[in-house]
């Protein structure tokens, strides 16, 4: 509304002007009356300036964003913009991101992204850079980052992380990274996400004293050890690697869910002294046989499909478990489970 007061109050003085009468205004109104259509004029051109995208793609989920389908784009409306999410837009350069001031949460999915500077330095909370085919993270430095997520690139350094200090999350699957050494600075890190990349020192994990979550899927990891100092772990996958020791987890009081698919284990017997383990998964490994009885309180989950069971009894405790799963074992004593099969809500087998 002021930007058009300010164009009709301007004509106006071009018409007056043009009949004389704008001659015999007082001195102190023409002022006026200048410095308001000059600053006004400032006023218009940053709100109705407009921006030009290249990109046929990001320009359609911006103006879904701004809701405005047809007239020019505005750096006013590229200001407004906090979330963003694009995908499968090409080959392309991040044009105009420098508009956007205001943006906090930014993904991109599915292309194919030469450059990262155009949002290098934007205050972000959330990062998503996925699937894009990306080399070069060092130009990144975005100190407010809480969540970033880097998987399926080609990412081979991430030196630049050790900048990170405040985030929370990280994911960075199906990279080439060898070196993680720069993530032991990250004390606040809390999920970490590495899987399928050829790390040879797991060593700094350990410096990671807030770590609850850790997903390590396809590395080729025989050894854990390198998690005995990490108190806080709550929820860790580890499927697909060559593990057949686990006793680096017995004092793991804080543990909830374990999956361990395809490994090489065969040793679970005192996996209750875990107390507040809640879902287990080991399905593909070693195991014949559990001689203890497990004393778990809030068992809710178990996957043991695909070992060499040959009976359950270990079981006989475990009166929480809701979905059980024994597929591909021996010939099977299912006696164990007896007394409260009928309260599982889900099992692969029949008594």
Known sequence: MLDFLILVIGFYMMLECRKGRFLVMKKWMVFAVMIFVLVGGFFIKSNLFFIEFDNAKIEKEIRNQIKNPFVGISVKELESIEKLSLSDIGTTKLQNFDYMVNLRSLRIYDSNITDLSPIANLDLFTLSLCHDNINDISVLANPNIFRLE????????????????????????????????????????????????????????????????????????SDISFLSANENLEFLDMHRNEISDISALLDKTELTAIGMNGNQISNIDDLDKIPNLTSIFLRDNLIESVDNVWSFKNLDRLDLRN??????????????????????????????????YNNIDFVDFDL
Request: negative net charge; proline residues 1%; hydrophobic residues 40%.
């Open 307 to 340: 070992n060499k069971l040959s009976n359950i009894d270990f079981l006989k405790n475990c009166r929480t478990l809701k979905n059980l799963a024994l597929a591909g074992n021996k010939k099977m004593d299912y006696s164990g489970v007896q007394d409260f």
């Open 150 to 221: 880097l998987y399926d690139n080609n990412i081979t350094d991430i030196s630049v992380l050790s900048q990170f200090s405040g985030i929370k999350i990280l994911d960075i699957e199906s990279n080439e990274i060898s070196d993680i050494s720069s993530l032991a600075s990250l004390s606040e890190l809390g999920k970490l996400c590495i899987s399928d990349n050829p790390i040879e020192d797991m060593s700094s994990i350990s410096a990671l004293d807030g770590l609850n979550t850790l997903r390590m899927n396809d590395m080729g990891i």
